[in-house]
């Protein structure tokens, strides 16, 4: 394994793992002399995630040559949870495994095998594009699970963006946003999936988020971990049934 040393807080690398550890067990991470980034999608393909953290945002940041590593989540995860958020941690590569210190304690974390394959991105040249608080969606969510609805349809009418949620228990509907240009038809997407990722991040995550869509393509929100990185969600659309609008 190429040489690097990457030197930043705790909480950074928390935002990291709240992230991804609710979609995936492992993520392939790509070190390169611009920074880290990394794309991974969960079992099903249902969803994924990535996020792109620049080198600038580091406290130090070497990297001797592009290398990638391929992280156990889970096990990650709780290593960085025994440090404080103020904690600056230092990770180094040792054979298979990443040193993780703070100074006075280190953990040895044992590597799984490295595919760079596993780590592109799709490229989507998305139509629809339109930012809005956490907040709202949040509140969406609340709204259909009064009638224990999982799936929500977002569509155009007139000059506004608008949200539809159905089933045989009952029906709600209301306004995302007021104010959007463009057309756009039906598409719903299955909140069951989406929800544990945001109340992972939320702690970790700027108010305002963005979502991106575009008809049969997986809708993608952002998300800015402040002066740090950002975040990308990816969710593939809900097949509609009878019920459904």
């Not at 040393?5 to 790509?30: D, G, H, N, R, Y």
């Not at 180094?92 to 703070?102: A, E, F, G, R, V």
């Not at 949200?163 to 240009?181: A, E, T, W």
């Amino acid at each position: 394994m190429k040489n690097f040393k990457l030197v930043t807080k705790a909480s950074q690398w928390k935002a990291v793992t709240s992230a991804l550890s609710p979609l995936v067990e492992e993520a392939a991470i790509e070190i390169t002399q611009d920074g880290l980034r990394s794309f991974t999608m969960d079992p099903s393909h249902t969803e994924a995630i990535s996020f792109v953290w620049p080198k600038e945002k580091f406290s130090e940041f070497v990297v001797e040559e592009d290398t990638g590593i391929n992280v156990p989540i889970i096990s990650f995860a709780a290593v960085v949870k025994r440090f404080s958020n103020d904690d600056v941690l230092t990770i180094t590569p040792q054979d298979n495994k990443i040193i993780i210190s703070n100074g006075t304690k280190q953990f040895e974390l044992t590597l799984l095998q490295y595919d760079p394959a596993e780590n592109k991105k799709p490229k989507v040249n998305y139509t629809s594009k339109f930012d809005f608080p956490l907040s709202k969606l949040e509140e969406i969510m609340d709204d259909c699970r009064v009638f224990g609805i999982d799936v929500c349809w977002f569509e155009s009418n007139e000059s506004n963006l608008n949200y539809i949620g159905n089933d045989s228990s009952g029906k709600v509907s209301g306004v995302l946003l007021d104010h959007f240009d463009g057309e756009l038809p039906p598409i719903g997407f299955n909140f069951t999936f989406m929800s544990p990722v945001l109340k992972s991040v939320k702690a970790f995550i700027a108010p305002e988020i963005s979502m991106e869509i575009l008809t049969q393509a997986p809708v993608r929100l952002t998300f800015t971990v402040p002066d740090v990185m950002v975040i990308q969600y990816w969710l593939a659309p809900a097949v509609p049934n009878d019920t459904s609008k």
